[in-house]
């Protein structure tokens, strides 16, 4: 685990361009350390530093002296004060994406100059090391068995609540550690809201329903969404569906070393513009997954990034009709240098 994490460091330490750099990211702290909690971090001279107040130090009380010096303070200021007088900072580094006003208003009252290093973090975790894969895998079959477990469920007179709930309990009985963000159970009307709430509406017979929902592992996320037809499906339903899971498909088979990010999007818009349907695909393609369920690399039309072997993002093209119904297809990807493995795929969903 030492060596992992002072991989981890190098990495982040090729990328600063300060004196100091300073974060008050979880997921930033517990890539760096192991640990789970809530505090300040610091990295200056090839040392890492987390400030804790009392309620949060005892989180770290096992991280290793060696990853980490962990000063138990409930005021970082003077800490952090202390630190750049003894070190004689002169610039600090900062991700102005995350990094609380309040902390980037300290900071400024020792005119210290700042420079904004966007995304840094995030750029570092694009790449996962083994340790991250197997985590972020073992999330994703966790939902893939919690999916299926859950499958004779869906039918008729079944709440969406209801619904949402067994598939709770499910990855918890699989072995996730919570939830990588509110489950989504959405039908009819409902779906057309990417980021709809379940609500104690009943499925009927002939509806969509779309079912998005993510497990956690030691910090890891999975992210994926099915969308399933109760009964039959009318003809433009048909068309629909079979259009996004072709769209899915088409990006997936994109997926390879080299490849800019924005053309996996592109293949997906092709393929639903065929059918005139990309007007309704509202989002991007996809999202890096690691310990933030969303993070870099983008995969969407603007991204600048290039796909490299070890990355780990969603592939999930959707079209969504106002006031009739959602569509989203969504596997997690990891990327290698010639393909895309997708990553705890249930074999329960076919081409209508």
Same mark, same amino acid.
């Given at each position: 685990?030492?060596?992992?994490?002072?991989?981890?460091?190098?990495?982040?330490? $090729?990328?600063?361009?300060?004196?100091?750099?300073?974060?008050?990211?979880?997921?930033?702290?517990?890539?760096?350390?192991?640990?789970?909690?809530?505090?300040?971090?610091?990295?200056?001279?090839?040392?890492?530093?987390?400030?804790?107040?009392?309620?949060? !130090?005892?989180?770290?009380?096992?991280?290793? $002296?060696?990853?980490?010096?962990?000063?138990?303070?409930?005021?970082?200021?003077?800490?952090?004060?202390?630190? %750049?007088?003894?070190? $004689?900072?002169?610039?600090?580094?900062?991700?102005?994406?995350?990094?609380?006003?309040?902390?980037?208003? =300290?900071? =400024?009252?020792?005119?210290?100059?700042? @420079?904004?290093?966007?995304?840094?973090?995030?750029?570092?975790?694009?790449?996962?090391?083994?340790?991250?894969i197997k985590k972020?895998? =073992?999330?994703?079959?966790?939902?893939?068995?919690?999916?299926?477990?859950?499958?004779?469920?869906?039918?008729?007179?079944?709440?969406?609540?209801?619904?949402?709930?067994?598939?709770?309990?499910?990855?918890?009985?699989?072995?996730?550690?919570?939830?990588?963000?509110?489950?989504?159970?959405?039908?009819?009307?409902?779906?057309y809201n990417p980021?709809?709430?379940?609500?104690?509406?009943?499925?009927?017979?002939?509806?969509?329903?779309?079912?998005?929902?993510?497990?956690?592992?030691?910090?890891?996320?999975?992210?994926?969404? #099915?969308?399933?037809?109760?009964?039959?499906?009318?003809?433009?339903?048909?068309? %629909? &569906?079979?259009?996004?899971?072709?769209?899915? !498909?088409?990006?997936?088979?994109?997926?390879?070393?080299?490849?800019?990010?924005?053309?996996?999007?592109?293949?997906?818009?092709?393929?639903?513009?065929?059918?005139?349907?990309?007007? #309704?695909?509202?989002?991007?393609?996809?999202?890096?997954?690691?310990?933030? %369920?969303?993070?870099?690399?983008?995969?969407?039309?603007?991204?600048?990034?290039?796909?490299?072997?070890?990355?780990?993002?969603?592939?999930?093209?959707?079209? &969504?009709?106002?006031?009739?119904?959602?569509?989203?297809?969504?596997?997690?990807?990891?990327?290698?240098?010639?393909?895309?493995?997708?990553?705890?795929?249930?074999?329960?969903?076919? @081409?209508?």
């Amino acid at each position: 685990m030492r060596e992992r994490l002072i991989l981890r460091k190098e990495r982040f330490l $090729k990328l600063m361009n300060s004196d100091l750099y300073i974060s008050n990211s979880n997921e930033t702290i517990r890539y760096l350390t192991d640990a789970s909690g809530s505090g300040i971090l610091l990295i200056i001279d090839k040392i890492v530093y987390i400030i804790a107040n009392q309620l949060s !130090y005892p989180a770290f009380k096992s991280v290793d $002296k060696q990853i980490a010096d962990i000063i138990e303070s409930n005021d970082f200021a003077i800490e952090l004060k202390q630190i %750049i007088s003894e070190k $004689k900072v002169q610039t600090i580094s900062y991700q102005p994406e995350q990094m609380d006003c309040a902390i980037i208003k =300290k900071i =400024k009252e020792n005119n210290i100059k700042l @420079v904004e290093q966007p995304y840094l973090s995030e750029k570092v975790r694009m790449i996962k090391d083994e340790y991250e894969i197997k985590k972020i895998k =073992k999330a994703a079959i966790i939902n893939r068995n919690a999916i299926m477990a859950i499958f004779p469920y869906i039918k008729p007179g079944i709440t969406e609540k209801e619904l949402a709930c067994e598939l709770e309990y499910q990855m918890r009985k699989k072995g996730s550690d919570g939830l990588s963000f509110p489950t989504i159970v959405a039908s009819k009307k409902n779906a057309y809201n990417p980021h709809s709430v379940p609500s104690d509406m009943e499925i009927d017979d002939d509806d969509v329903v779309l079912i998005d929902f993510g497990a956690t592992v030691e910090g890891y996320h999975a992210d994926q969404t #099915y969308t399933f037809i109760v009964g039959k499906a009318d003809s433009r339903t048909r068309q %629909i &569906y079979n259009a996004v899971f072709l769209a899915q !498909y088409d990006a997936i088979e994109a997926v390879r070393e080299g490849i800019e990010a924005s053309k996996i999007d592109e293949f997906a818009r092709k393929r639903l513009e065929k059918e005139d349907l990309v007007k #309704y695909f509202i989002h991007g393609t996809g999202h890096g997954v690691g310990l933030a %369920i969303h993070e870099l690399p983008w995969i969407g039309p603007s991204s600048k990034q290039i796909i490299k072997p070890n990355m780990v993002f969603t592939i999930e093209p959707g079209v &969504y009709l106002e006031n009739r119904l959602g569509i989203r297809h969504e596997v997690m990807v990891l990327s290698h240098k010639i393909e895309g493995e997708v990553l705890g795929f249930a074999p329960i969903v076919e @081409v209508v």
